[in-house]
């Protein structure tokens, strides 16, 4: 089943009378539980494709299909609820609420989307869990480091487990161990079904994928399903056999 | 050396002074400039592979002038060089070859090159990823090595995303 689709997708800012074509005709398509991953380089229109997607931004001319309905024509209030409802959006630069604690933060979303205040509860503490957040629940945003607010804002984008997962970067800021959380994290709700669209440049990130989607200059110049070598190595010894 | 020059020719034939120039004109001071008798020497290889042969071109009042052209066998050999991921520490050097020359023969277009190594860096990241959660967590020398060759592919990603700003247009 189809989650996502575009036909033509094109965004073209103005840039003090000059046109910037940000992206230039994509024709995208994502499966129910498929976990794609998008690359290119800084420019190339990642940013603005997922905006997109998440009806953020608004589309210049082209189609965009969620759950077989045509969304790119809805109203910005009709988009909120759509928001509320189908899809987690983790941003580049985070965007959590700053007078709210992070466990409210993450529980807000669960809420909103109709779920129990319980069930909102145990999914927030599940997600904080995951991400080794539990101790900072009740500090605030500004309190946390920049890793621990983009952890955070993961949490609350899967907090009403949403139909699709958009993520801008999810670790951009992150060491390796808090990235190995993250990676865990999506491959676990991947496991569970999650359908996942992530902006990355961590070929950690992208090497969890199922497809990863390269983008130049605001189109597509490659689709890769990533299926399965033939032999896994063994042992760490191999890396450099594995290195050549 | 050998598949440069094959490349070379699968453009169009030429004698053995032709191809250090062409060479030194692609590659510029990217590349240390073979001297002429390397040269003779790898064509004279090549010939006996049966990749190039060569004919005498007669010239009105010098000596006669070697012209050596790609047979079948050596474009095959081009197009499996082509074709193949680029493994190993020295991975930049031969893909950055292959990326250079590819516009020259017109067996593949840089961003096809581009796109196939960066599939292959991903199927490589993927292993190492897949290694790390196998490894125990304890053994940190191993999974430090993991740590340095993930580090490694990801500049080497990053690297080919450069090519691909640069070099596609
Ligand atoms: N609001 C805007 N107004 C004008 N131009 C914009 C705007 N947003 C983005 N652009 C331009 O559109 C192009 C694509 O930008 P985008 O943010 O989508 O890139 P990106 O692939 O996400 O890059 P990065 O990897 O650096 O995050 C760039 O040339 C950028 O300058
Ligand atoms: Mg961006």
Redesign the interface.
């Given at each position: 089943m189809t989650v996502l689709t575009t036909h033509n997708l094109v965004r073209i800012y103005q840039n003090g009378g000059v046109p910037v074509p940000a992206v230039r005709g994509v024709d995208f398509t994502v499966e129910a539980g498929e976990f794609v991953a998008i690359?290119?380089?800084s420019g190339s229109g990642k940013s603005t494709l997922v905006h997109m997607l998440g009806g953020l931004d608004v589309r210049t001319s082209g189609e965009i299909w969620l759950d077989g309905k045509r969304v790119d024509t809805l109203s910005e209030s009709a988009w909120a609820v759509l928001r509320r409802r189908k899809i987690g959006f983790v941003f580049q630069f985070y965007n959590l609420v700053t007078n709210m604690s992070v466990a409210d933060n993450v529980e807000l979303p669960a809420l909103l989307a109709g779920m129990s205040p319980r069930e909102s509860r145990e999914r927030r503490e599940y997600l904080l869990a995951e991400l080794g957040l539990t101790e900072r629940a009740y500090a605030a945003p500004a309190e946390l480091s920049g890793g621990e607010q983009q952890r955070v804002a993961l949490a609350r984008a899967l907090a009403n487990g949403p139909r699709l997962l958009l993520a801008d970067e999810p670790t951009g800021n992150l060491d390796?161990r808090n990235t190995r959380d993250v990676?865990r994290l999506l491959g676990e709700v991947h496991g569970q079904g999650q359908t996942i669209v992530v902006v990355t440049?961590?070929?950690?990130v992208?090497?969890?994928a199922d497809r990863?989607v390269?983008l130049?200059d605001g189109m597509i110049?490659?689709d890769?399903s990533?299926r399965?070598?033939r032999r896994?190595?063994g042992?760490?010894g191999?890396?450099?056999e594995?290195?050549? | 050396m050998r598949l440069p020059l094959l490349a070379l020719l699968a453009k169009e034939p030429a004698h053995g002074y032709e191809l250090k120039q062409a060479l030194e004109q692609t590659f510029g001071g990217a590349y240390p400039s073979p001297n002429i008798g390397q040269i003779y020497v790898t064509l004279g290889r090549l010939e006996k592979d049966g990749y190039v042969r060569v004919v005498d071109v007669e010239q009105s009042n010098r000596p006669n002038k070697k012209v050596y052209f790609l047979t079948a066998a050596g474009r095959e050999a081009l197009e499996e060089w082509v074709d193949e991921p680029t493994e190993g520490p020295r991975v930049r050097d031969e893909f950055f070859m292959k990326l250079v020359l590819a516009p020259l023969t017109g067996i593949a277009d840089r961003m096809a090159l581009i796109n196939r190594q960066r599939r292959h860096y991903l199927s490589l990241m993927r292993d190492l990823t897949e290694l790390a959660e196998r490894t125990d967590p304890g053994d940190r020398v191993a999974l430090l090595l993991i740590e340095g060759a993930t580090l490694h592919l990801q500049a080497d990603l990053d690297w080919l995303e450069r090519c691909q700003e640069d070099l596609v247009t």
């Amino acid at each position: 089943m189809t989650v996502l689709t575009t036909h033509n997708l094109v965004r073209i800012y103005q840039n003090g009378g000059v046109p910037v074509p940000a992206v230039r005709g994509v024709d995208f398509t994502v499966e129910a539980g498929e976990f794609v991953a998008i690359m290119g380089p800084s420019g190339s229109g990642k940013s603005t494709l997922v905006h997109m997607l998440g009806g953020l931004d608004v589309r210049t001319s082209g189609e965009i299909w969620l759950d077989g309905k045509r969304v790119d024509t809805l109203s910005e209030s009709a988009w909120a609820v759509l928001r509320r409802r189908k899809i987690g959006f983790v941003f580049q630069f985070y965007n959590l609420v700053t007078n709210m604690s992070v466990a409210d933060n993450v529980e807000l979303p669960a809420l909103l989307a109709g779920m129990s205040p319980r069930e909102s509860r145990e999914r927030r503490e599940y997600l904080l869990a995951e991400l080794g957040l539990t101790e900072r629940a009740y500090a605030a945003p500004a309190e946390l480091s920049g890793g621990e607010q983009q952890r955070v804002a993961l949490a609350r984008a899967l907090a009403n487990g949403p139909r699709l997962l958009l993520a801008d970067e999810p670790t951009g800021n992150l060491d390796s161990r808090n990235t190995r959380d993250v990676l865990r994290l999506l491959g676990e709700v991947h496991g569970q079904g999650q359908t996942i669209v992530v902006v990355t440049h961590d070929a950690k990130v992208a090497s969890k994928a199922d497809r990863v989607v390269t983008l130049s200059d605001g189109m597509i110049v490659d689709d890769a399903s990533m299926r399965r070598r033939r032999r896994p190595p063994g042992s760490a010894g191999d890396v450099v056999e594995l290195r050549g | 050396m050998r598949l440069p020059l094959l490349a070379l020719l699968a453009k169009e034939p030429a004698h053995g002074y032709e191809l250090k120039q062409a060479l030194e004109q692609t590659f510029g001071g990217a590349y240390p400039s073979p001297n002429i008798g390397q040269i003779y020497v790898t064509l004279g290889r090549l010939e006996k592979d049966g990749y190039v042969r060569v004919v005498d071109v007669e010239q009105s009042n010098r000596p006669n002038k070697k012209v050596y052209f790609l047979t079948a066998a050596g474009r095959e050999a081009l197009e499996e060089w082509v074709d193949e991921p680029t493994e190993g520490p020295r991975v930049r050097d031969e893909f950055f070859m292959k990326l250079v020359l590819a516009p020259l023969t017109g067996i593949a277009d840089r961003m096809a090159l581009i796109n196939r190594q960066r599939r292959h860096y991903l199927s490589l990241m993927r292993d190492l990823t897949e290694l790390a959660e196998r490894t125990d967590p304890g053994d940190r020398v191993a999974l430090l090595l993991i740590e340095g060759a993930t580090l490694h592919l990801q500049a080497d990603l990053d690297w080919l995303e450069r090519c691909q700003e640069d070099l596609v247009t």
